[in-house]
């Protein structure tokens, strides 16, 4: 059964860090792209980041250089680094797979809320 569930958010002032983890279960981690998501009410969900298993990386413009994306797949774990965080980066985070059907695999989410 395909399983993932996000921590670490909170409330940071805007300029601090944090780092999300996403923990794994199931064949899905392992085999396909893997990637960061984020909602705000009212929008849609949008990609961020994202990593192959051969480690080749993709982010949003509205991220490169503050966020880096990491994963262990040794521990069916996943990594979201963010740094200099804005006000613009509140939202909910998820991850999930990416490039498949992946509607029936979305967690509760992390909710990362940047503001001073």
């Known amino acids: 059964q395909v399983q993932f569930v996000e921590s670490g958010g909170g409330l940071v002032q805007p300029g601090g860090s944090l780092r999300l983890s996403c923990a794994a279960s199931?064949?899905?981690?392992?085999?396909?792209?893997m990637g960061w998501y984020r909602q705000t009410p009212g929008k849609m969900r949008e990609l961020v980041a994202s990593r192959t298993n051969g480690d080749s990386t993709w982010y949003d413009d509205s991220v490169k250089g503050r966020f880096t994306i990491s994963r262990d797949n040794a521990r069916n774990t996943m990594y979201l680094q963010i740094d200099n965080l804005r006000p613009e980066d509140t939202a909910v985070y998820y991850c999930?797979?990416?490039?498949?059907?992946?509607?029936?695999?979305w967690g509760q989410g992390t909710q990362v809320t940047v503001s001073s």
């Open positions: 199931g064949s899905i981690f392992r085999s396909f792209v």
């Open positions: 999930n797979a990416v490039g498949i059907p992946n509607s029936a695999y």
